[in-house]
């Protein structure tokens, strides 16, 4: 009775019959089921034309056109984040289990590792001269003189400020007066140096009204002209697309400034409403090089600040060399602030 009662508990009374399948072997079965056969190369072509259009959205984003709501700029504003299509794909491929699918998906990764792959790695140096940073410190800010302090921390030697409301300026003067000898405020946008400014003046950048300015920063190593700024801002309408149409102008006006300055070493910070891939800031984009996609880490999105999603604010050089480039702590902004560190050319080099 006793051997009876052991055989009933352990293996089914001796009747000899397979235990049940695990959860784990039944959810594997279902998995493998229908991998098998010639169908996996028919299924999932609507998948597999998916990643192909992924694919040449990404490869030939220049291509799309303005005509209609800007269409083509709003993509490349957000170009990276199209790559989050791929992981969908690849799933939908492994549920309809189609291997056409699958295979097709190694499309769209080609062309964004192509695109975005340098930016993965971090290729900032040691090196450098000279600190700079700029921040949008967003006119509605509730605590100026924190924000200012925050930025200063960073050990900038040159700091551009953008989006600077009269009433709060006097604010960020008594904040910064401490690190900064010398600091110029044109308009909307203001700069703060460690070392003597000359040559001051405004930046016509067809607005009516001040939001860009030009300076010779005195740097130990040489001089720099130190452009700041504020270009208008986009917006996305139901109604009219991604609107852009004095942003786009207001760039052309900075570009053909930079393209008549007789310094050699150009630095270029401000908020420019619009990413490295966004073909309406060519003018401005074609003639100078992005630090943090020459010696950054990451993307270096800047905004909106409590999600970054793209990178709006920028400093971008021309004769100076970048060394390295990042993004700073948050502020009391709707922008990070950004920073990079950059050696200047000696005239002649």
């Not at 594997?28 to 998916?50: K, M, N, S, Y």
């Not at 303005?66 to 790559?83: E, H, K, R, Y």
């Not at 001269?129 to 040159?158: E, F, K, Q």
């Amino acid at each position: 009775m006793a051997r009876q009662a052991y055989m009933t508990e352990t293996d089914n009374g001796g009747s000899g019959s397979e235990p049940r399948p695990t959860r784990l072997r039944r959810l594997r079965e279902r998995l493998t089921r229908g991998w098998g056969d010639r169908r996996i190369w028919r299924r999932g072509l609507v998948l597999a034309a998916c990643s192909v259009l992924t694919a040449l959205v990404m490869l030939a984003h220049g291509h799309i056109p303005n005509a209609i709501g800007n269409l083509g700029s709003l993509v490349d504003t957000f170009l990276p984040w199209v790559g989050l299509l791929i992981p969908v794909l690849l799933v939908l491929g492994l549920i309809r289990k189609s291997a056409t699918a699958l295979i097709a998906t190694i499309l769209p990764v080609a062309v964004w590792l192509n695109l975005f792959g340098s930016l993965l790695t971090d290729k900032t140096a040691t090196g450098g001269d000279l600190t700079v940073a700029t921040h949008n410190v967003n006119a509605d800010n509730p605590d100026p003189s924190a924000t200012a302090r925050g930025v200063a921390a960073s050990g900038a030697d040159v700091l551009a400020l953008e989006e600077l409301k009269a009433s709060a300026v006097p604010t960020y003067e008594r904040a910064l007066e401490s690190t900064y000898e010398y600091h110029e405020v044109v308009g909307t946008v203001g700069l703060w140096s460690k070392y003597p400014l000359s040559d001051v003046k405004a930046v016509d950048i067809r607005l009516g009204w001040k939001r860009a300015m030009r300076a010779t920063v005195a740097a130990p190593t040489g001089q720099v002209a130190v452009y700041v700024a504020h270009l208008p801002s986009v917006r996305v309408k139901l109604e009219a697309g991604f609107t852009a149409r004095q942003r786009d102008r207001s760039a052309d006006a900075l570009g053909e400034a930079i393209a008549d300055e007789p310094l050699p070493n150009i630095v270029l910070l401000g908020d420019l409403n619009g990413t490295m891939n966004d073909r309406a800031l060519n003018a401005v984009t074609s003639q100078m090089r992005s630090t943090q996609g020459a010696v950054g880490s990451g993307f270096g999105f800047s905004w909106p600040a409590s999600f970054p999603m793209a990178r709006i604010d920028q400093i971008l050089v021309k004769g100076a060399e970048p060394e390295s480039s990042w993004t700073l702590p948050a502020t009391a902004s709707d922008h990070l602030p950004i920073a990079a560190r950059v050696r200047v050319t000696a005239q002649g080099d």
